[in-house]
């Protein structure tokens, strides 16, 4: 039995010469995706970008869906080693996850081509099942990160919101607002909306206990059934 095309394009990265290779075609498919978009990234244009016959894309990667998969794992791989780095020196989970926020924010406004790139991908995702597949596991650790955050500083009953929600939540604002800054550049209005938000976060995320509680006791009893 054969290997199968995964297998063997991987076994064919795996010497030094392949290695180097296969991050010359990735980085110039990041520098065509920043240029061009999803849609002018072909694999003769990416061979031209790494100065390569057409010819060895396909031998490394097999497919330009194989290929864009890598690139959404190296993007993800070094967004989430950002964002890995910040201090969780933080006494409360407001804290700890502001300064997360906080790192997130300045290095989409030095540096936004690889955030570019990644909410580029993310768009082609929304109708590629096999793209959003390795979309989604970038999402998944980013919101094991906030999730790390609350937990490694709060009591799991210090906020009003459950985990999950409180999760989506944080990470569905942060992407709606790092959009907004891409496509529209930091406004005024974006700027207020920021300072909204993390409002928003340190009242989420110290908000007392009972509240949850008030919350019940304000529900309509159920009435037994029978």
Request: negative net charge.
């Amino acid at each position: 039995m054969g290997l199968g095309p995964g297998l063997e394009n991987s076994i064919k990265r795996s010497t030094d010469h392949g290695r180097r290779q296969a991050d010359l075609i990735i980085e110039a498919t990041f520098r065509v995706l920043s240029k061009e978009g999803y849609g002018g990234a072909s694999l003769q244009r990416i061979a031209d970008e790494a100065g390569v016959q057409k010819r060895m894309v396909s031998y490394y990667f097999g497919s330009r869906k194989a290929l864009l998969r890598n690139l959404v794992a190296r993007v993800g791989d070094r967004l989430m080693e950002q964002l890995s780095s910040v201090s969780e020196a933080g006494t409360s989970p407001a804290e700890a996850v502001e300064a997360l926020f906080d790192h997130l924010w300045t290095q989409v406004k030095e540096d936004p081509q690889p955030y570019a790139v990644y909410f580029g991908l993310v768009a082609e995702a929304v109708t590629d099942g096999d793209l959003r597949l390795s979309v989604n596991a970038i999402g998944d650790r980013y919101r094991d990160l906030i999730r790390h955050r609350i937990r490694s500083s709060a009591a799991p009953d210090s906020t009003s919101l459950s985990e999950p929600s409180l999760v989506i939540a944080i990470s569905a604002a942060v992407q709606g607002l790092t959009l907004e800054l891409l496509m529209r550049g930091e406004t005024e209005e974006l700027r207020q909306a920021v300072v909204d938000f993390k409002r928003w976060l340190r009242s989420a995320l110290t908000a007392a206990p009972e509240l949850e509680a008030d919350r019940e006791l304000d529900c309509d009893p159920v009435e037994p059934l029978g």
